[in-house]
């Protein structure tokens, strides 16, 4: 096991900072990578603790899909590594109904 | 507590907070690692450590239910590392539909026939479900645990789509 997977949590730990600015639950929404095509829920990405913020990996290729920084006034969303985020709208996880 | 190095929350817990301290908590956040009362097939539960705690949840949310039959593999280090230890032995006679084995990888009780160990291939068959019958499996501990336990369920056959995981970080059993 190398030193980044020691230090991993996962996407789980995305789910306070993002549902302080979003109003649907995206920790269950699927992102797709855009270096690789993978599609993941967000609570399986390998996610990085880095002050000021998170740092949220695509399992298939570790590619960067989601950066949170804080700063004492506002909260900075990179969402660039996706190229698309599918976020289910009716009742049930989006891993049910996957694509 | 356990100070976990470089731990935002357990640091402050262990260094800073004193007794009689009020602390805000928000939550329950994320929709991922839950189990609902409506999903009807078998469940795996498999804890290490502390990982138990939102899996607790899971079988006192079960409470009472018909539904879903449950197996809970919990590995601790020592027979005093157990956490709900009265409850979880008390549901495990009481709770139709829930097994509850506990594996220990330092320190074993008297009695007990399980060799001391890290979790293993053998405790997953012996005391979880086979492949075949689709279960929805929850892990949850330290990290190194959490994808040891996923990469032994994948091997097993489990369907990676059906293993839910929750990590916590480097340290633990």
């Known amino acids: ?99 | 507590m356990q100070a976990v190095p470089d731990g935002e929350v357990s640091s402050f817990l262990v260094g800073d907070a004193a007794s009689g301290d009020s602390v805000e908590v928000r939550g329950p956040v994320g929709g991922w690692f839950v189990w609902k009362p409506e999903d009807s097939g078998p469940v795996l539960l498999v804890a290490g450590g502390s990982g138990v705690v939102p899996l607790m949840a899971m079988i006192r949310t079960r409470d009472g239910m018909d539904g879903a039959p449950f197996r809970l593999i919990y590995s601790v280090r020592d027979p005093e590392d157990r956490i709900y230890d009265h409850e979880l032995r008390r549901r495990a006679t009481e709770d139709g539909g829930l097994d509850v084995t506990v594996v220990y990888t330092r320190t074993a009780p008297e009695g007990e026939p399980r060799p001391t160990g890290r979790i293993s291939i053998d405790d997953l068959v012996s005391y979880g479900w086979a492949a075949e019958q689709e279960p929805t499996c929850y892990v949850c501990g330290p990290t190194g645990f959490v994808e040891t336990v996923a990469n032994l369920l994948i091997f097993l056959g489990h369907d990676s789509s059906k293993i839910r995981t929750e990590r916590f970080g480097p340290s633990g059993p």
């Open chain 1, 1 to 99: 096991m190398d030193a980044q997977t020691e230090a991993g949590y996962d996407g789980n730990a995305l789910a306070g900072p993002l549902s302080e600015v979003f109003a649907v639950e995206l920790t269950t929404a699927v992102g797709r990578c855009r270096g690789c095509g993978t599609s993941s829920q967000l609570a399986t990405l390998r996610v990085y603790s880095l002050e000021p913020g998170l740092v949220g990996r695509c399992p298939g290729c570790e590619e960067v899909l989601v950066r949170i920084a804080r700063t004492p006034h506002a909260m900075w969303l990179d969402l660039s590594g996706m190229s698309a985020l599918r976020i289910q709208m009716s009742n049930g996880s989006a891993a049910e109904t996957g694509e």
